[in-house]
T-cell receptor, first 113, second 110 residues
Framework: DVKVTQSSRYLVKRTGEKVFLECVQD?????MFWYRQDPGLGLRLIYF???????EKGDIPEGYSVSREKKERFSLILESASTNQTSMYLC????????????FGSGTQLSVL | GESVGLHLPTLSVQEGDNSIINCAYS??????FIWYKQESGKGPQFIID?????DKRQGQRVTVLLNKTVKHLSLQIAATQPGDSAVYFC?????????FGTGTRLQVFP
């Protein structure tokens, strides 16, 4: 089975801090995604990457950046954390040659105080 | 724009009964649909998917039905068990990305 691992299950940060959320997948998938999940809003796409060194803005990229230096790792960066970025962050990967199915990590619950 | 919605935010069923979770979509050009299950404190887990050239697809205790005429998708769970308690949400693929619904919470009581 595909495994998508997010480095932290819970994070508490202060406003203005730079925050790194790490995600690693072990199935050599080309595509990787970052979503945030908020009650009543569902999953919203922040950034995605179709391959190493590539990145594309999703629906809500403001306040975030990403890094994809290696195929298996996709990092989400909050340059200066704000309270409205308190959320559950979900990383996912996909093999585009097989189907559209996304494989998700367990999520990181980030609280910005 | 595209939107994916659910008819009921919470569904309560008795253990052993069948569950039906519904989903409406708005983009008639969507060609792929998927259901996920998310248990408390966990990431979404794939349940079943279906392409638009099919009306029905069955898995283990689950069936997905697609009605393209009314743009409606449903997930049927047979003989619902306590372990089925979770949030279920559908997603549709229109252009190149999945669009997710907000989810329905399924509660199973004895």
């Amino acid at each position: 089975d595909v495994k998508v691992t997010q480095s932290s299950r819970y994070l508490v940060k202060r406003t203005g801090e730079k925050v790194f959320l790490e995600c690693v997948q072990d199935m050599d998938h080309e595509n990787m995604f970052w979503y945030r999940q908020d009650p009543g809003l569902g999953l919203r796409l922040i950034y995605f990457s179709y391959d190493v060194k590539m990145k594309e803005k999703g629906d809500i990229p403001e306040g975030y950046s990403v890094s994809r230096e290696k195929k298996e790792r996709f990092s989400l960066i909050l340059e200066s954390a704000s309270t409205n970025q308190t959320s559950m962050y979900l990383c996912a990967s996909r093999d585009p040659s097989t189907n559209e199915k996304l494989f998700f990590g367990s999520g990181t619950q980030l609280s910005v105080l | 724009g595209e939107s994916v919605g659910l008819h009921l935010p919470t569904l309560s069923v008795q253990e052993g009964d069948n569950s039906i979770i519904n989903c409406a979509y708005s983009n008639s050009a969507s060609d792929y649909f998927i259901w996920y299950k998310q248990e408390s404190g966990k990431g979404p887990q794939f349940i079943i998917d279906i392409r638009s050239n099919m009306d029905k697809r069955q898995g283990q205790r689950v069936t997905v039905l697609l009605n393209k005429t009314v743009k409606h998708l449903s997930l049927q769970i047979a003989a619902t068990q306590p372990g089925d308690s979770a949030v279920y949400f559908c997603a549709e693929k229109g252009t190149d990305k999945l669009i997710f619904g907000t989810g329905t919470r399924l509660q199973v009581f004895p």
